[in-house]
């Protein structure tokens, strides 16, 4: 697991160019946690000032750096913060042994940095039950913090990758009183995507000044949006996290009322989901579920939620074979309200089953040229009420397997 998976053929075509972010600075070091031979942690100082948000696992066996990270991240801290965060190892299911390998890793951190203890965020992300050589990203702090530049972020997400085959990056800019915002994020997820917050380790900066409780009601709605609505194989880690920095080095101030900022924070926090999804282990197909017609829009989520993480729908698109009948099992397995003779499908824009019965215009050919496509999408309709949701996954193949059973050598 040293080197880096063959890349993924729903890979974007390069890495997107990232603006610098007044007030964040990146450093990157191999430190050995794990890999040899690639950058393995990622160190990051953040201004005074800088407002914190995140949003995190729900898991019950989350590990001790999301535990840590969710105690400290209500804080109303005003001093420069931080971030340290390792590959290759989780330090999840690792007992005291994993809180105190976290409190080091932190406590020197912050030490090298500067800064307060309870400003210092920390990720891991990699293999579970293992203990963390905290020591290896201690012994690196002085080379990191004398590395520290405001163009470092590219390399930051090459550092953060794991199973990844490809760094993630995605940015946008929005004008407000005819004044500049910039947002740039990164993250990495590939397997082990389920949504249940927040799916992947994310890390989003903006210069905006925005306050602390408005950044966090933002952020965790907007996750909801976005990496709540994608899965690669219903597997929810044990180290998901997204946190989010505001500097307010641009001097525009952001409120509830700015739709503009949250719908760019929104379109950065989808196009990250949707590389993740795009680098699903094995994948080869991306595939979009509109689910319309529900009796609630909760209710239209589990319904896409059953189709996008049902073995049979997977592997079937894999094989680029369109068996709509694993879409009506999918639809009558999950749980919520379903009517048998409501019940619409569509393979792209054709009908394929209508109102309980096979659409009598549809062939099977025209499913099948469709099943070729890289990007698939399958729209249901329940014939019930209003509810829609949208969810995002990616097919099931022999790759999947051989990445993951050979994960630990």
């Known amino acids: 697991m040293g080197g880096t998976p063959p890349l993924s053929p729903l890979a974007p075509a390069a890495f997107p160019d990232l603006p610098v972010i007044d007030g964040v600075e990146f450093a990157t070091a191999q430190a050995g946690v794990k890999y040899k031979g690639r950058t393995d942690v990622m160190l990051v100082r953040l201004a005074p000032g800088t407002a914190m948000a995140g949003v995190f696992t729900r898991s019950a066996t989350r590990s001790a750096s999301?535990?840590?990270?969710?105690?400290?991240?209500g804080g109303d801290g005003t001093g420069a913060?931080?971030?340290?965060?390792?590959?290759?190892?989780?330090?999840?299911?690792?007992?005291q042994n994993g809180i105190d390998a976290t409190r080091a890793v932190t406590a020197a951190a912050a030490r090298a940095l500067g800064i307060e203890e309870d400003r210092m965020f920390s990720s891991s992300t990699g293999v579970i039950g293992e203990p963390l050589p905290h020591d290896r990203i201690t012994d690196k702090l002085d080379e990191l913090v004398g590395n520290l530049q405001s163009t470092g972020i590219t390399e930051a997400a090459k550092a953060i990758m794991t199973t990844d085959t490809y760094p993630k990056g995605a940015t946008a800019e929005v004008l407000i009183d005819n004044q500049s915002i910039k947002i740039a994020g990164i993250a990495k997820g590939s397997g082990m995507i389920a949504p249940d917050m927040a799916t992947m380790l994310v890390y989003i900066f903006t210069d905006a000044e925005v306050d602390r409780a408005v950044l966090q009601s933002m952020v965790a709605a907007t996750a909801d949006l976005t990496f709540n609505c994608i899965t690669v194989d219903s597997d929810t880690s044990t180290s998901d996290t997204l946190l989010c920095a505001a500097t307010g080095k641009s001097g525009v101030r952001v409120t509830e009322a700015n739709t503009g900022f949250i719908d760019a924070l929104r379109g950065v926090m989808l196009d990250l989901a949707h590389q993740v999804v795009r680098d699903g282990e094995g994948?080869?197909?991306?595939v979009q579920i509109h689910v319309t017609g529900a009796h609630s829009d909760a209710d239209a989520r589990t319904h896409a939620l059953s189709i996008a993480n049902s073995p049979l729908v997977k592997t079937a698109i894999a094989g680029e074979d369109p068996n709509w009948g694993r879409?009506?099992?999918?639809?009558?397995?999950?749980?919520?309200a379903a009517d048998r003779d409501r019940l619409s499908i569509w393979f792209g824009d054709v009908l394929v089953a209508d109102k309980g019965w096979r659409c009598p215009d549809y062939r099977e050919e025209q499913g099948a040229a469709l099943m070729k496509d890289e990007d698939i999408h399958i729209k249901v309709d329940l014939g019930l009420g209003g509810g829609l949701a949208t969810v995002w996954t990616c097919d099931l193949t022999h790759g999947y397997i051989s990445i993951n059973a050979d994960y630990r050598s």
């Open 66 to 73: 999301v535990l840590d990270c969710q105690a400290k991240i």
């Open 81 to 95: 913060a931080g971030i340290v965060v390792n590959s290759g190892n989780s330090n999840a299911f690792t007992g």
């Open 283 to 286: 994948a080869t197909k991306f």
């Open 327 to 336: 879409i009506v099992m999918a639809v009558g397995k999950s749980g919520a």
